[in-house]
């Protein structure tokens, strides 16, 4: 069975510097993405940032990117320059394809403060 | 112009009462899925559609059904409700499985989710 891992519950950091948060995964697939989503108060799931596991180039989108480690199932977010409105949970996610189709599954997320 | 809807937003309900909870999504998808957010965050699918027809159904005690009209459409209908059943419901939707293809994209979009408290 394809698990996640986040192993920090909660982390915190200062405007404008950067933090990374963890994620793990085990999966015996060889193709599947990898996604991290946003989830501020209102609980609105925002895609961050996916990348495709065939891809051996980091995903980036803007302040965000990813450090994609396959061989150590690893998938850890750097965001640089953060901001007030990047305090939020962050769940990482996976998703591969099978017969019964796709689903994601999600680690039990990182909750990020940002403060001035 | 929202991809995935879902109404009620906000739902408080007493034990025992049954509500549905609507979702649609305008974006072409033959896949639907609905996820539970329990208190403590923890993001678990429920169910998912494809064109109508039933994938994927986690152990889920049967007072929830799922019902899908049309593969626009999924709706979560819940009986007998219980205090744990308080969670918000996320309903969500992707590219079909059969047109499925790695490097294409695929991305599952969510609704703003449906906050229901059982008292």
């Known amino acids: 069975a394809q698990t996640v891992t986040q192993s920090q519950p909660e982390m915190s950091v200062q405007e404008a510097e950067t933090v990374t948060l963890s994620c793990t995964y085990d999966t015996s697939e060889n193709n599947y993405y990898l996604f991290w989503y946003k989830q501020p108060p209102s609980r609105q799931m925002i895609l961050v940032i996916r990348q495709e596991a065939y891809k051996q180039q980091n995903a980036t989108e803007n302040r965000f990117s990813v450090n994609f480690q396959k061989a150590a199932k690893s998938f850890s977010l750097k965001i640089s320059d953060s901001q007030l409105g990047d305090t939020a949970m962050y769940f990482c996610?996976?998703?591969?394809?099978?017969?019964?189709?796709?689903?994601?599954?999600f680690g039990k997320g990182t909750t990020l403060s940002v403060s001035s | 112009d929202t991809a995935v809807s879902q109404t009620p937003k906000y739902l408080v309900t007493q034990m025992g009462n049954d509500k549905s909870i609507k979702c649609e999504q305008n974006l072409g998808h033959d896949t639907m899925y609905w996820y539970k957010q329990d208190s403590k965050k923890f993001l678990k699918i429920m169910f998912s559609?494809?064109?109508?027809?039933l994938i994927i159904n986690e152990t889920v005690p049967n007072r929830f059904s799922p019902k899908s009209p049309d593969k626009a459409h999924l709706n979560l209908h819940i009986n007998s409700l219980e205090l744990g059943d308080s969670a918000v419901y996320f309903c969500?939707?992707?590219?079909?499985?059969?047109?499925?293809?790695w490097g294409s994209g695929n991305t599952i979009y969510f609704g703003e989710g449906s906050w229901l408290t059982v008292v």
């Open positions: 969500a939707s992707s590219q079909d499985k059969r047109t499925f293809s």
């Open positions: 559609y494809n064109n109508k027809e």
């Open positions: 996610a996976f998703m591969t394809l099978n017969q019964a189709g796709t689903a994601l599954i």
